[in-house]
């Protein structure tokens, strides 16, 4: 079946580090892949989408590249901030608009 | 331009009762989708309406019910409700069928927090 796999949370940094969230797929065909965030208290923002692979989405110093050849959409960000401690959610669309997520990975950036 | 919206945002309510919970689109969306984020079960696909009608529907129960109406927003009835029905519901809309499959995104509400006692 159709399924979104995340790595396990927390992940902890101290600023200015590098962050890397590890996202992988399982779906039959070709399903549009998104990263959203949730800050506490908050519901789901968008942050990247990629719809084909090779797609790369980025938006506020993040980035995800759609690589169909190992069913991943790893989120990257050169230097994290203490404003980027969020829940992390890597979902796809398979069709019928059905969103499938994962389970969330909680950030915790540190000054 | 105003984004989605929930009502009310926490919801108290005791075991059998029922729970309805309010969502307003984006201007311009015809499709409006539910979710349920209920603690340590990740986010859940509850439903999707569009232009009125129910597209599609996720594993839950016929208790779970709702409906959209000719202004594309939307209620979820929740009935006898159960405890573990305590959950952060969201609510997300987008441009709907109409739209090409790449570009429609799903924008989400604050949520409804239900806490089932």
């Known amino acids: 079946g159709n399924s979104v796999t995340q790595m396990e949370g927390p992940v902890t940094l101290s600023e200015e580090a590098f962050l890397t969230i590890n996202c992988t797929y399982t779906?039959?065909?070709?399903?549009?892949l998104f990263w959203y965030v949730q800050y506490p208290g908050e519901g789901l923002q968008l942050l990247l989408k990629?719809?084909?692979?090779?797609d790369k989405g980025s938006n506020k110093g993040f980035e995800a590249t759609y690589r169909k050849e190992t069913t991943s959409f790893h989120l990257e960000k050169g230097s994290v901030q203490v404003s980027d401690s969020a829940v992390y959610f890597c979902?796809?669309?398979?069709?019928?608009?059905?969103?499938?997520f994962g389970t969330g990975t909680r950030l915790l950036v540190s000054p | 331009e105003a984004g989605v919206t929930q009502s009310p945002t926490h919801l108290i309510k005791t075991r059998g009762q029922q729970a309805t919970l309010r969502c307003s689109p984006i201007?311009?969306?015809?499709?409006v989708y539910w979710y349920q984020q209920a603690l340590g079960l990740g986010l859940q696909f509850l439903l999707w309406?569009?232009?009125?009608?129910?597209?599609n529907r996720g594993n839950f129960p016929p208790r779970f019910s709702g409906r959209q109406f000719p202004n594309y927003s939307s209620e979820l009835n929740v009935n006898a409700l159960e405890l573990e029905d305590s959950a952060l519901y969201l609510c997300?809309?987008?441009?709907?069928?109409?739209?090409?499959?790449?570009?429609?995104?799903?924008?989400f509400g604050p949520g409804t927090r239900l806490t089932v006692l």
């Open positions: 997300a809309s987008s441009l709907g069928q109409g739209a090409l499959p790449s570009t429609d995104t799903q924008y």
């Open positions: 309406y569009d232009e009125g009608e129910e597209r």
């Open positions: 779906a039959t065909g070709y399903p549009s």
């Open positions: 990629a719809t084909k692979a090779d």
């Open positions: 201007s311009g969306h015809t499709s």
């Open positions: 979902g796809m669309n398979t069709g019928f608009q059905k969103l499938v």
